[in-house]
């Protein structure tokens, strides 16, 4: 079986049935909303009581412009909890505002890169979710995205992962954008998204109930451009909620628009889910081999009609896609922590660079993270 026959097979994997497990579930209602810039006291008091009459009970806001000086007004103004990572007085910052009768409970909250990031930890209908709020850098810092998606995919609490924000990049060139270059400038971290998408089983949940629609949350006037670079980033597993859904109305005060979800149902039940291959894995021999013999496992096995074994076949490959996948990366992040000790070790040595040796290693250690952050940041490979 050669690799161009096992791609299509691979392939037509992309938009399959998958069976979810069913439990009752009452889902969060979340949403997004770039303000630029709360710092003026009348613009935040308005835009906050704005922000109270959405129906949503927990709202990620970026660009505040907050500090912890004005962190008691803030909290005067909004009336319920809020929890911040302050950037400046007139840049960054991002915020999670929470109202006052909601029902989630938050069991914790981290910080992640000044004025950028935040993850909380929370419990909702006795389901856990893991709510990360991002505004990334306009400087296609794939350093940045990099570090959000460790610190969110890398930890040990089994929860449903909903990350939300300004991500100051598109997913797509052709549906996210209009005007302007025909590719977005921030070219590598459109491509770690995307990526994340593929091996995580992550999903765009916007683009999957609105097809082909070209709705943007961003208007540049002075550049007549306009794209979607706010969005929400789910589990596949809640797409199968009875109502999951992304919607994108107008903003207030701000040149971003206001992006919700929603998610209710009283169980998960068996539906569509979203997976996209990460095509690099095709270049893997071991990959390769191990779809080989899936194919070829089932293929010999009893069954009533094609399609059967056909349904089979595309079930067991993205099971398969998505854990090797998963164990790639395990294997590459434990790789690149053992550099970066190496590293470090290297640099607490005093005066280590009047050392040949040391240097040479210092030197050699940076070039293989270098190569290593590389191919994490490489764009799927064109089919």
Same mark, same amino acid.
């Given at each position: 079986?050669?690799?161009?026959?096992?791609?299509?097979?691979?392939?037509?994997?992309?938009?399959? +049935? %998958?069976?979810?497990?069913?439990?009752?579930?009452?889902?969060?209602?979340?949403?997004? *909303?770039?303000?630029?810039?709360?710092?003026?006291?009348?613009?935040?008091?308005?835009?906050?009581?704005?922000?109270?009459?959405?129906?949503?009970? =927990?709202?990620?806001?970026?660009?505040?412009?907050?500090?912890?000086?004005?962190?008691?007004?803030?909290?005067?103004?909004?009336?319920?909890?809020?929890?911040?990572?302050?950037?400046?007085?007139?840049?960054?910052? =991002?915020?999670?505002?929470?109202?006052?009768?909601?029902?989630?409970?938050?069991?914790?909250? $981290?910080?992640?890169?000044?004025?950028?990031?935040?993850?909380?930890?929370?419990?909702?209908? #006795?389901?856990?979710?893991?709510?990360?709020?991002?505004?990334? @850098?306009?400087?296609?810092?794939?350093?940045?995205?990099?570090? =959000?998606?460790?610190?969110?995919?890398?930890?040990?609490?089994?929860?449903?992962?909903?990350?939300?924000?300004?991500?100051?990049? !598109? /997913?797509?060139?052709?549906?996210?954008?209009?005007?302007?270059?025909?590719?977005?400038?921030?070219?590598?971290?459109?491509?770690?998204?995307?990526?994340?998408?593929?091996?995580?089983?992550?999903?765009? =949940?916007?683009?999957?109930?609105?097809?082909?629609?070209?709705?943007?949350?961003?208007?540049?006037?002075?550049?007549?451009?306009?794209?979607? /670079?706010?969005?929400?980033?789910?589990?596949?597993?809640?797409?199968?909620?009875? !109502?999951?859904?992304?919607?994108? %109305?107008?903003?207030?005060?701000?040149?971003? %628009? *206001?992006?919700?979800?929603?998610?209710?149902?009283?169980?998960?039940? @068996?539906? $569509?889910? *979203?997976?996209? +291959?990460?095509?690099?894995?095709?270049?893997?021999?071991?990959?390769? &081999?191990?779809?080989?013999?899936?194919?070829?496992?089932?293929?010999?096995?009893?069954?009533?009609? *094609?399609?059967?074994?056909?349904?089979?076949?595309?079930?067991?490959?993205?099971?398969?896609?998505?854990?090797?996948?998963?164990? +790639?990366?395990?294997?590459?992040?434990?790789?690149?922590?053992?550099?970066?000790?190496?590293?470090?070790?290297?640099?607490?040595?005093?005066?280590?660079?009047?050392?040949?040796?040391?240097?040479?290693?210092?030197?050699? &250690?940076?070039?293989?993270?270098?190569? +290593?952050? #590389?191919?994490?940041?490489?764009?799927?490979?064109?089919?």
């Amino acid at each position: 079986m050669t690799t161009a026959t096992l791609c299509w097979i691979v392939g037509d994997c992309l938009l399959m +049935l %998958s069976n979810r497990e069913s439990r009752v579930a009452l889902g969060p209602r979340i949403a997004t *909303y770039n303000c630029n810039g709360l710092g003026d006291a009348q613009k935040r008091k308005s835009v906050l009581t704005w922000l109270k009459a959405k129906p949503e009970e =927990v709202i990620f806001v970026q660009e505040t412009h907050s500090t912890q000086s004005s962190e008691a007004l803030w909290r005067k103004d909004w009336g319920g909890e809020i929890y911040f990572n302050h950037g400046t007085s007139n840049s960054t910052g =991002v915020a999670v505002l929470v109202k006052r009768n909601s029902s989630i409970k938050i069991t914790s909250h $981290k910080s992640i890169c000044q004025g950028r990031a935040i993850l909380i930890e929370a419990e909702w209908d #006795d389901i856990n979710y893991c709510l990360v709020n991002v505004y990334a @850098p306009n400087n296609d810092d794939a350093n940045f995205m990099h570090t =959000v998606f460790m610190e969110t995919l890398g930890r040990a609490r089994d929860d449903f992962v909903i990350m939300a924000g300004d991500w100051n990049t !598109v /997913l797509d060139n052709t549906l996210d954008k209009m005007g302007g270059s025909p590719a977005h400038a921030n070219r590598k971290t459109q491509d770690i998204i995307n990526n994340i998408i593929s091996d995580y089983g992550m999903s765009d =949940v916007f683009r999957l109930t609105h097809d082909n629609e070209r709705i943007f949350t961003h208007f540049n006037k002075k550049c007549n451009t306009a794209s979607r /670079l706010d969005f929400f980033l789910i589990n596949d597993t809640l797409i199968n909620f009875p !109502v999951c859904s992304s919607d994108i %109305s107008h903003g207030f005060r701000s040149d971003h %628009s *206001y992006v919700s979800l929603t998610i209710q149902g009283t169980s998960i039940t @068996p539906g $569509k889910g *979203y997976w996209k +291959l990460n095509n690099s894995h095709l270049l893997q021999d071991e990959f390769k &081999n191990d779809i080989r013999n899936i194919i070829s496992d089932t293929m010999n096995s009893s069954f009533d009609s *094609y399609r059967g074994v056909w349904d089979t076949i595309k079930f067991k490959v993205k099971d398969y896609a998505i854990r090797f996948g998963k164990k +790639l990366n395990k294997i590459r992040r434990e790789e690149k922590s053992s550099i970066e000790s190496e590293i470090e070790r290297i640099k607490r040595i005093p005066d280590f660079m009047t050392d040949s040796r040391l240097r040479k290693q210092y030197f050699d &250690n940076e070039i293989k993270l270098n190569s +290593l952050i #590389d191919q994490e940041v490489k764009g799927i490979i064109t089919w």
